[in-house]
């Protein structure tokens, strides 16, 4: 065992340092895409009436007239200097811009993956327990269908139906229109709570539930079918027959020996889960108009505001790259039979 | 049994808390706010009127602040902040302007010279659109507090226009001393009739302001919010979870679902002089479209009507001129009619027809809607009508590449649109037509290279120069001139105008468009019965 701690601490340790080349990389990428891509941050930002002075002037403003090996550099050095420079539509620091975008993408995030555990755990249960009955075929129809619904068409549905048609929820944003929330980390629900303000929480939650349900809905799907596979695989293993003659009941079975050993595989699915969130609920934020870093990116990439993207890629890589370190740690901590 | 007790729990549970969701939306309305709620398209990533180039933020900006002019809706200048229409001196490169006095900017300091003075010095230096201004002005002198001198480098008749443009909007120098060389994004103190209360880039919220010069706001404020996407905007709106809808990028199918509500008294609709001219740009400096011939046939091949009624909903007006009506008041000038037999007879004159089909590749904004739907319905009407003579392939690319390829002249023909940077007929002529430098009629270094027509005319950039020192009826008409050679030559072929629109719910007032497509927020009243 403690030559299993020393081993993932090892292990920890060569993933750390492997995070500056990493990013190196994806920075360097990112730059050299960014620059290959057709289109022009001086057109995105003056539009095509301006003259060919006023572009200039903009180009030398911003910096863009220097050769890409100057900028090159002087973007690595800031990175260095954990320095994402400033937006060059906005002129405020990229850092900001991520700083007050982040918490809305982590939120949503955590909510879909709770809503996602909920939908996707019990109908992957109750499909294994009804093998090939009704219940069987309603969780795999469900399942099926939350891969199959494009994003932005299930989110559009959501909305007419809890929006426009019901009127129960409303169709966008983060918060009450005429509410003005206290904001300490970013994190509505968590401010609202630190507050100590029901209004706030009950508002913010609101605003929450549209979005995470519907992106909960469609990451359902990965859960109740991982969850079946590897329940049911659990369940054939000869560690359960034992339980079973031992005279456990089903209830302990499940808990207490199947359900842990069928977790391992999710863990790992939850943590890419996670992963494509913190860059991939777009379609969602788009709809529901949530304010979230994928919402940023979009705009970004559309006013080819180079240090916007860069900066937004290069927090998003680290969290993924931290959540993989975690997800990878905490199986080797779970599961004595991974050894590094 | 014992296996559905799970299911029924999970049930009763979801049930439960459905109906606890329902019992608060129903005690909890989406828009309990007193203030009116107007939901528009995007966001608003900046309230300094030194870079605000959206309608949105232009909106927001007339709220917030006063200009020293503005236009009426029959296109005359009023003044707001100055107390009569600017003077011009005799040899008409100095501008004066007598100020209203005892007015105060939202943080109590007195409007004046100085600040007007500030406001257009900062402009000049960082202003996303500072090339409206920067050719013109060469200082400004404040001899006294209600009096501001602007020296021109050239006679400028167009500065009357410019000083109604919303980047102009006087801020208070006081409030801006550490932003005099850098944007205040989210805050903005100026003297219009209401405070920013909240900015994010979502949703602003604005207060009356109790000291407001001029007629206070009639509502007890405005909630501003805007969603990303045209089916957010209208759900919003059907279901009453906004007050008043303003968009020109809501999608043409959504405006006629309105326009059908507003017809059938269910809410209201109003909508500003059309300002926004969509047009095809050909380029005109390379075989074959350096052709005027050819530009010709094309230009009668391009079916207004048709394309109006089946893209638009005849909710738009077609063009046949690149300069508004409201900006020119008559119809003088026309682009071709469309005709098709007599597109075919010059396709034909020129070598095309009988199986030498003429091919136009036509390039449309992908992330614009109607672009894409109007180069599909000019495709397939030229089809049915002359597909023995001419075709068209289209092409979408997204509009920021298009943007930066213009001026390489890398598109034949593409769809564009364009809104004068201020309400005056040279802001529509100049940055299509005019050119710096040119051989015979193409443009090497100038405006209309970054159209993407690369056309030049001696006689238009005489005409240009001559329009500067002449004033009121007399430059319109040298406008015109110049309006009407850009008619015979077609580097461009207008294809719609574009208004504004609003749409209010029956228990709100009806907005109310000014000249330059902006309504007066503080007219809006909210009837709660």
């Given at each position: 065992?403690?030559?299993?701690?020393?081993?993932?601490?090892?292990?920890?340790?060569?993933?750390?340092?492997?995070?500056?080349?990493?990013?190196?990389?994806?920075?360097?990428?990112?730059?050299?895409?960014l620059?290959?891509a057709p289109g022009d941050p001086i057109d995105a930002i003056l539009g095509s009436g301006a003259d060919q002075e006023a572009r200039e002037l903009l180009r030398i403003r911003l910096g863009l007239d220097?050769?890409?090996?100057?900028?090159?550099?002087?973007?690595?050095?800031?990175?260095?200097?954990?320095?994402?420079?400033d937006s060059l539509s906005t002129q405020e620091?990229?850092?900001?811009?991520?700083?007050?975008?982040?918490?809305?993408?982590?939120?949503?995030?955590?909510?879909?993956?709770?809503?996602?555990?909920?939908?996707?755990?019990?109908?992957?249960?109750?499909?294994?327990?009804?093998?090939?009955?009704?219940?069987?075929?309603?969780?795999?129809?469900?399942?099926?269908?939350?891969?199959?619904?494009?994003?932005?068409?299930?989110?559009?549905?959501?909305?007419?139906?809890?929006?426009?048609?019901?009127?129960?929820?409303?169709?966008?944003?983060?918060?009450?229109?005429?509410?003005?929330?206290?904001?300490?980390?970013?994190?509505?629900?968590?401010?609202?709570?630190?507050?100590?303000?029901?209004?706030?929480?009950?508002?913010?939650?609101?605003?929450?539930?549209?979005?995470?349900?519907?992106?909960?809905?469609?990451?359902?799907?990965?859960?109740?079918?991982?969850?079946?596979?590897?329940?049911?695989?659990?369940?054939?293993?000869?560690?359960?027959?034992?339980?079973?003659?031992?005279?456990?009941?089903?209830?302990?079975?499940?808990?207490?020996?199947?359900?842990?050993?069928?977790?391992?595989?999710?863990?790992?699915?939850?943590?890419?889960?996670?992963?494509?969130?913190?860059?991939?609920?777009?379609?969602?934020?788009?709809?529901?108009?949530?304010?979230?870093?994928?919402?940023k990116?979009q705009e970004a990439i559309l006013q080819r505001d180079y240090n916007l993207v860069?900066?937004?890629?290069?927090?998003?890589?680290?969290?993924?790259?931290?959540?993989?370190?975690?997800?990878?740690?905490?199986?080797?901590?779970?599961?004595?039979?991974?050894?590094? | 049994?014992?296996?559905?007790?799970?299911?029924?729990?999970?049930?009763?549970?979801?049930?439960?808390?459905?109906?606890?969701?329902?019992?608060?939306?129903?005690?909890?309305?989406?828009?309990?706010?007193?203030?009116?709620?107007?939901?528009s398209s995007g966001k608003i990533e900046s309230i300094d009127p030194a870079r605000a180039n959206t309608i949105k933020s232009n909106q927001l900006l007339y709220?917030?602040?006063?200009?020293?002019?503005?236009?009426?809706?029959?296109?005359?200048?009023?003044?707001?902040?100055?107390?009569?229409?600017?003077?011009?001196?005799?040899?008409?490169?100095?501008?004066?302007?007598?100020?209203?006095?005892?007015?105060?900017?939202?943080?109590?300091?007195?409007?004046?010279?100085?600040?007007?003075?500030?406001?257009?010095?900062r402009f000049q230096n960082i202003g996303t659109l500072n090339y409206i201004l920067n050719k013109k002005?060469?200082?400004?002198?404040?001899?006294?507090?209600?009096?501001?001198?602007?020296?021109?480098?050239?006679?400028?008749?167009s500065?009357?226009g410019l000083?109604t443009s919303i980047n102009l909007t006087?801020?208070?120098?006081?409030?801006?001393?550490?932003?005099?060389?850098?944007f205040?994004n989210?805050?903005?103190?100026?003297?219009?009739?209401?405070?920013?209360?909240?900015?994010?880039n979502?949703?602003?919220?604005?207060?009356?302001?109790?000291?407001?010069?001029?007629?206070?706001?009639?509502?007890?404020?405005?909630?501003?919010?805007g969603?990303d996407?045209?089916?957010?905007?209208?759900?919003?709106?059907?279901?009453?979870?906004?007050?008043?809808?303003l968009s020109n990028s809501i999608?043409?199918?959504?405006?006629?679902?309105?326009?059908?509500?507003?017809?059938?008294?269910?809410?209201?609709?109003?909508?500003s002089?059309p300002i926004e001219i969509s047009f095809v740009s050909l380029r005109?400096?390379?075989?074959?479209?350096?052709?005027?011939?050819?530009?010709?046939?094309?230009?009668?091949?391009?079916?207004?009507?048709?394309?109006?009624?089946?893209?638009?909903?005849?909710?738009r007006?077609?063009a046949?001129?690149l300069i508004p009506?409201?900006l020119?008041?008559?119809?003088?000038?026309?682009?071709?009619?469309?005709?098709?037999?007599?597109?075919?007879?010059?396709?034909?004159?020129?070598?095309?027809?009988?199986?030498?089909?003429?091919?136009?590749?036509l390039t449309y904004r992908s992330n614009v809607a109607t672009d894409k739907?109007i180069a599909?319905?000019?495709?397939?009407?030229?089809?049915?009508?002359?597909?023995?003579?001419?075709?068209?392939?289209?092409n979408g690319v997204e509009s920021t590449t298009i943007y930066k390829n213009l001026s390489e002249g890398i598109y034949?023909s593409v769809i564009l649109d364009w809104t004068g940077a201020y309400s005056d007929p040279e802001a529509y002529l100049l940055p299509l037509l005019s050119c710096n430098?040119?051989?015979?009629?193409?443009c090497?270094k100038g405006e209309s290279v970054f159209s993407g027509s690369f056309w030049?005319?001696?006689?238009?950039?005489?005409?240009f120069?001559?329009?500067?020192?002449?004033?009121?009826?007399?430059?319109?008409?040298?406008?015109?001139?110049?309006?009407?050679?850009a008619?015979?030559?077609?580097p461009y072929i207008p294809i719609w105008t574009s208004s504004q629109?609003?749409?209010?719910?029956?228990?709100?007032?009806?907005?109310?468009?000014?000249?330059s497509g902006i309504?007066?927020?503080?007219?809006?009243?909210?009837?709660?019965?």
């Amino acid at each position: 065992m403690k030559t299993n701690i020393k081993n993932v601490f090892n292990y920890t340790l060569i993933k750390i340092s492997l995070i500056p080349l990493n990013l190196w990389i994806i920075s360097s990428l990112i730059f050299i895409l960014l620059r290959i891509a057709p289109g022009d941050p001086i057109d995105a930002i003056l539009g095509s009436g301006a003259d060919q002075e006023a572009r200039e002037l903009l180009r030398i403003r911003l910096g863009l007239d220097q050769s890409i090996q100057i900028q090159y550099i002087k973007y690595l050095k800031n990175l260095i200097n954990f320095n994402l420079g400033d937006s060059l539509s906005t002129q405020e620091p990229v850092i900001q811009i991520i700083r007050d975008a982040l918490p809305a993408t982590i939120e949503l995030g955590l909510f879909s993956i709770l809503v996602a555990i909920f939908i996707g755990f019990p109908l992957g249960y109750m499909g294994l327990k009804n093998k090939n009955k009704k219940y069987d075929y309603i969780s795999r129809i469900i399942g099926i269908s939350s891969y199959a619904i494009p994003p932005f068409w299930g989110a559009m549905m959501m909305q007419l139906i809890f929006s426009v048609i019901c009127r129960v929820l409303p169709i966008g944003g983060r918060f009450p229109i005429a509410d003005n929330p206290q904001i300490i980390t970013g994190f509505l629900i968590l401010d609202s709570i630190l507050e100590n303000d029901l209004n706030a929480f009950q508002g913010a939650l609101y605003h929450l539930a549209l979005p995470s349900l519907t992106l909960g809905f469609l990451l359902s799907g990965i859960f109740s079918r991982s969850l079946r596979l590897n329940l049911e695989k659990s369940y054939k293993s000869a560690y359960i027959d034992a339980a079973i003659c031992r005279g456990i009941n089903e209830k302990n079975i499940l808990l207490n020996y199947a359900f842990p050993n069928s977790l391992i595989p999710i863990f790992t699915i939850t943590g890419f889960a996670i992963a494509s969130l913190a860059g991939g609920s777009l379609l969602i934020e788009v709809t529901f108009s949530w304010p979230g870093l994928a919402l940023k990116l979009q705009e970004a990439i559309l006013q080819r505001d180079y240090n916007l993207v860069q900066g937004i890629v290069i927090i998003t890589s680290i969290i993924i790259i931290l959540i993989n370190l975690f997800i990878d740690i905490m199986i080797a901590v779970f599961d004595p039979r991974i050894k590094y | 049994m014992h296996k559905y007790k799970y299911l029924r729990r999970t049930t009763s549970i979801t049930c439960t808390l459905i109906s606890i969701l329902f019992q608060y939306s129903c005690a909890k309305k989406f828009n309990h706010s007193q203030n009116i709620t107007i939901a528009s398209s995007g966001k608003i990533e900046s309230i300094d009127p030194a870079r605000a180039n959206t309608i949105k933020s232009n909106q927001l900006l007339y709220a917030l602040g006063d200009t020293l002019y503005e236009l009426n809706n029959e296109g005359e200048l009023i003044p707001k902040l100055a107390k009569f229409k600017p003077k011009i001196s005799k040899d008409k490169l100095k501008v004066f302007i007598k100020l209203k006095e005892n007015i105060l900017f939202h943080d109590g300091t007195p409007f004046d010279s100085s600040s007007m003075k500030f406001t257009i010095e900062r402009f000049q230096n960082i202003g996303t659109l500072n090339y409206i201004l920067n050719k013109k002005i060469k200082s400004i002198e404040t001899p006294k507090k209600d009096l501001l001198i602007i020296n021109l480098n050239n006679p400028s008749s167009s500065i009357e226009g410019l000083l109604t443009s919303i980047n102009l909007t006087p801020i208070s120098p006081n409030s801006y001393k550490d932003h005099f060389d850098k944007f205040l994004n989210n805050n903005f103190i100026g003297t219009g009739k209401y405070k920013l209360k909240r900015f994010t880039n979502e949703i602003q919220t604005l207060s009356p302001n109790t000291s407001y010069w001029n007629n206070k706001p009639k509502n007890n404020g405005i909630n501003f919010i805007g969603y990303d996407n045209s089916s957010a905007l209208y759900g919003a709106f059907i279901s009453k979870q906004v007050d008043v809808l303003l968009s020109n990028s809501i999608e043409d199918t959504l405006r006629y679902k309105l326009n059908l509500l507003n017809q059938k008294n269910y809410i209201k609709e109003s909508k500003s002089e059309p300002i926004e001219i969509s047009f095809v740009s050909l380029r005109t400096n390379k075989k074959p479209l350096n052709n005027i011939q050819i530009r010709l046939a094309i230009a009668k091949s391009l079916n207004r009507q048709l394309i109006r009624n089946k893209v638009s909903y005849s909710l738009r007006t077609s063009a046949s001129s690149l300069i508004p009506l409201i900006l020119k008041k008559d119809n003088s000038v026309s682009w071709p009619d469309f005709d098709p037999k007599e597109s075919k007879r010059i396709f034909r004159e020129q070598g095309y027809c009988d199986g030498n089909i003429f091919n136009l590749p036509l390039t449309y904004r992908s992330n614009v809607a109607t672009d894409k739907l109007i180069a599909f319905y000019w495709q397939q009407s030229v089809k049915a009508e002359m597909k023995d003579c001419f075709s068209i392939s289209i092409n979408g690319v997204e509009s920021t590449t298009i943007y930066k390829n213009l001026s390489e002249g890398i598109y034949p023909s593409v769809i564009l649109d364009w809104t004068g940077a201020y309400s005056d007929p040279e802001a529509y002529l100049l940055p299509l037509l005019s050119c710096n430098e040119f051989n015979k009629n193409y443009c090497l270094k100038g405006e209309s290279v970054f159209s993407g027509s690369f056309w030049a005319s001696e006689k238009v950039e005489k005409l240009f120069k001559e329009s500067e020192n002449l004033k009121g009826i007399e430059r319109l008409n040298k406008l015109l001139a110049i309006e009407k050679i850009a008619s015979q030559s077609l580097p461009y072929i207008p294809i719609w105008t574009s208004s504004q629109k609003a749409w209010s719910q029956n228990y709100i007032s009806k907005p109310i468009f000014n000249g330059s497509g902006i309504i007066n927020m503080g007219e809006l009243i909210k009837n709660e019965n």
